[in-house]
């Protein structure tokens, strides 16, 4: 902490500076760094050793795949212990947390890589955990959605605290994982958005305002701690990082055009789609953490029963509704008539442990998914005093933590400007949607929160659909040099049709790959790694000059 050591040590942190665990970790993580640079012949001492972090990319479980990859083939060739830190958004975060289970990651990829094919998690050992942690007062959407990704996506429940990682040596790149906070997202200043938690603190990236990461979740006033309650485990935490479903614009992407009248989407139409898309995909994450047969049968059936329900709620209906008011009505008793289908199911559930766990679990769910609840935390800034916390913040005894993809789907954020001082970020990009969107967002961001960002040429845009499979955009002065690899690319896609069928077989929100899709996608990435060795070579003796420069 900062200020006089005599001084009675405060739970609020405000800093733009790195914290005193984060500066002795990255201090001894350097001598590792720098004897890897020497190893790969770089001209680099310890005072000059570069700030490399490598930045992982939502999309779901492509991205978690292919960070492994590209990690694996980094090892590989000499390159992993080059970066200084590792970042994550969404989807990466799935393989951050299963890398971080190991304290030793770094020199055992294969191990890591392996992981992806373990037996999985039993459905008991997720429905025990869920009805443990439905008893808490925070308890939302977050806890089910990560609990049943866990399991069936990266296939543990990993139970450890992210501050247990405090006290470890350098052998990995430090961590940071990265959410934001939903209200302020939606209503408030940029500053208020981003949310990065590390081993040792988790805070509001532009605000500077920091606690302990042990003290996230516990209640405080006035930046006092009040009460100090259990820290989240990982399971939780990855129910926060990967969690676009929380926002209600990828919600909207799954309405059907017919109920799209006039333009307008209103609340309860959006309820109802809410309902039915979570009730889906927990069914199907659901099923990927049992081999039960009754278990199975009763999970086919409670698909089945969706179904039905929804197609009975026809285009026809819908349109025969001339008034707002009707439309409103109409999805109302929609999502009503949804939710009583599944109350019915639940009840003639055999008895015994399933139907237990599984009824508790229900009528915990419906509530939430009506209230669309999710990341609910206990606000440690509420009524703080300090005039640049924005009210979206100040006034709330509970924010609301999401995943970060809403706003870039990079973590580019907090690798920015002086605090971390990134010389080089190497971004192997995983995302959906529009190649080259995160850049020009980060570089929006940037230029909003005042920080220097490396000229991406708008011609590049051009090439979106069919993109190289490597991008450098050269720093200059304070810029950090961005190497931007795009997944799928002109390298191992004969055309732009192959990108976006590729694109479309692996995308972000669908059940569990295969083992055959998984293999594919770790062979993607470490491709991309391979073949782009001396590009990344060549930029990071770059950077080893560029430091020797400001020396």
């Given at each position: 902490?900062e200020?006089n050591?005599?001084a009675?040590?405060?739970?609020?942190?405000q800093?733009q500076?790195?914290?005193?665990?984060e500066q002795?970790?990255?201090h001894?993580?350097?001598?590792?760094?720098?004897e890897?640079?020497?190893?790969?012949?770089?001209?680099?001492?310890?005072n000059?050793?570069?700030?490399?972090?490598?930045l992982?990319?939502?999309?779901?479980?492509?991205?978690?795949?292919?960070?492994?990859?590209?990690?694996?083939?980094?090892?590989?060739?000499?390159?992993?212990?080059?970066?200084?830190?590792?970042?994550?958004?969404?989807?990466?975060?799935w393989?951050?947390?299963s890398l971080y289970?190991?304290?030793e990651?770094?020199?055992?990829?294969?191990?890591?890589?392996?992981?992806l094919?373990?037996p999985?998690?039993?459905?008991e050992?997720?429905?025990?955990?869920?009805?443990?942690r439905?008893?808490?007062?925070?308890?939302?959407?977050t806890?089910?959605?990560?609990?049943?990704?866990?399991?069936?996506?990266?296939?543990?429940?990993?139970l450890?605290?992210?501050s247990d990682?405090?006290d470890?040596?350098?052998?990995?790149p430090y961590?940071?994982?990265?959410a934001?906070e939903?209200d302020?997202?939606?209503?408030?200043?940029?500053?208020?958005?981003?949310?990065?938690?590390?081993p040792?603190?988790a805070?509001?990236?532009?605000?500077g305002?920091?606690?302990?990461?042990?003290?996230?979740?516990?209640?405080?006033?006035d930046g006092?701690?009040?009460e100090?309650?259990?820290?989240?485990?990982?399971?939780?935490?990855?129910?926060?990082?990967?969690?676009?479903?929380?926002?209600?614009d990828?919600i909207?992407?799954?309405i059907?055009?017919w109920m799209?009248?006039l333009?307008?989407?209103?609340?309860t139409?959006?309820?109802?789609?809410?309902?039915h898309t979570?009730?889906?995909?927990?069914?199907?994450?659901?099923?990927?953490t049992?081999?039960n047969p009754?278990?199975?049968?009763?999970?086919?059936t409670l698909?089945?029963?969706?179904?039905?329900?929804?197609?009975?709620h026809t285009e026809?209906?819908?349109?025969?509704?001339k008034?707002?008011?009707?439309?409103?009505?109409?999805?109302?008793?929609w999502?009503l008539?949804?939710?009583?289908a599944v109350?019915?199911?639940?009840?003639?559930?055999?008895k015994?442990?399933?139907?237990?766990?599984?009824?508790l679990?229900?009528?915990?769910?419906?509530?939430?998914?009506?209230?669309?609840?999710?990341?609910?935390t206990?606000n440690y800034?509420?009524?703080?005093?300090d005039?640049?916390?924005?009210p979206?913040?100040?006034?709330?005894e509970?924010?609301?933590?999401?995943?970060?993809?809403?706003?870039?789907?990079?973590?580019?954020?907090?690798?920015?400007?002086?605090k971390?001082?990134?010389?080089?970020?190497i971004?192997?990009?995983?995302?959906?949607?529009?190649m080259?969107?995160?850049?020009?967002?980060?570089?929006?961001?940037?230029?909003?929160v005042k920080?220097p960002?490396?000229?991406?040429?708008?011609?590049i845009?051009?090439?979106?659909?069919?993109p190289?499979?490597?991008?450098?955009?050269?720093?200059?002065e304070?810029?950090?040099?961005i190497?931007?690899?795009?997944?799928?690319n002109?390298?191992?896609c004969?055309?732009?049709?192959e990108?976006?069928?590729?694109?479309e077989?692996?995308?972000?929100?669908q059940?569990p790959?295969s083992?055959?899709?998984?293999e594919?996608l770790?062979?993607?990435?470490?491709?991309?790694?391979?073949?782009?060795?001396?590009?990344?070579?060549?930029?990071?003796?770059k950077?080893v000059?560029?430091r020797k420069?400001?020396?």
């Amino acid at each position: 902490m900062e200020g006089n050591s005599a001084a009675p040590e405060k739970a609020i942190r405000q800093s733009q500076s790195l914290c005193a665990g984060e500066q002795e970790y990255v201090h001894k993580r350097k001598q590792i760094v720098l004897e890897a640079l020497q190893n790969l012949g770089a001209n680099c001492t310890a005072n000059n050793v570069p700030h490399i972090a490598l930045l992982g990319s939502g999309g779901g479980q492509r991205a978690a795949v292919g960070l492994m990859g590209t990690l694996y083939q980094m090892e590989k060739e000499g390159l992993l212990d080059t970066l200084l830190y590792l970042g994550g958004v969404s989807g990466s975060t799935w393989s951050m947390t299963s890398l971080y289970n190991d304290p030793e990651w770094s020199s055992n990829m294969d191990r890591a890589v392996s992981r992806l094919s373990g037996p999985g998690v039993e459905l008991e050992q997720v429905l025990a955990w869920l009805n443990e942690r439905a008893k808490d007062e925070d308890f939302s959407l977050t806890d089910i959605w990560g609990a049943l990704t866990s399991a069936g996506v990266m296939k543990q429940m990993d139970l450890r605290n992210l501050s247990d990682e405090a006290d470890r040596n350098a052998s990995n790149p430090y961590p940071i994982y990265n959410a934001i906070e939903k209200d302020c997202f939606t209503n408030g200043p940029i500053e208020g958005k981003w949310f990065e938690l590390s081993p040792h603190e988790a805070g509001f990236t532009e605000l500077g305002f920091f606690i302990e990461t042990s003290l996230l979740g516990s209640k405080f006033k006035d930046g006092e701690l009040l009460e100090k309650k259990p820290e989240m485990d990982m399971v939780k935490l990855q129910g926060i990082l990967v969690s676009a479903l929380a926002h209600e614009d990828i919600i909207r992407e799954y309405i059907p055009t017919w109920m799209n009248v006039l333009g307008h989407i209103d609340d309860t139409a959006e309820e109802y789609l809410r309902v039915h898309t979570v009730l889906e995909k927990l069914v199907a994450l659901t099923r990927s953490t049992t081999k039960n047969p009754t278990a199975l049968t009763d999970l086919d059936t409670l698909q089945n029963i969706l179904e039905v329900t929804k197609a009975n709620h026809t285009e026809a209906m819908w349109l025969e509704a001339k008034s707002p008011e009707e439309r409103k009505g109409l999805a109302k008793q929609w999502s009503l008539e949804m939710i009583a289908a599944v109350e019915t199911w639940t009840q003639n559930q055999q008895k015994g442990g399933f139907k237990t766990h599984v009824f508790l679990l229900i009528q915990k769910i419906l509530p939430l998914i009506v209230k669309w609840e999710w990341g609910t935390t206990e606000n440690y800034l509420y009524q703080h005093q300090d005039p640049t916390i924005p009210p979206c913040l100040h006034t709330k005894e509970r924010f609301h933590l999401i995943d970060a993809g809403m706003v870039v789907n990079v973590p580019y954020p907090v690798f920015l400007g002086d605090k971390r001082d990134i010389d080089l970020m190497i971004a192997p990009e995983y995302s959906a949607g529009n190649m080259f969107e995160t850049l020009t967002l980060a570089r929006d961001y940037a230029a909003e929160v005042k920080k220097p960002f490396p000229e991406i040429d708008d011609k590049i845009l051009e090439e979106r659909d069919w993109p190289k499979d490597c991008y450098v955009f050269e720093g200059k002065e304070k810029e950090p040099t961005i190497i931007f690899m795009p997944f799928f690319n002109r390298r191992n896609c004969k055309d732009a049709e192959e990108v976006k069928a590729k694109m479309e077989e692996f995308s972000t929100f669908q059940r569990p790959f295969s083992q055959e899709k998984i293999e594919f996608l770790l062979e993607t990435a470490k491709a991309n790694v391979k073949n782009n060795k001396e590009t990344l070579l060549r930029e990071i003796n770059k950077v080893v000059l560029r430091r020797k420069e400001r020396l």
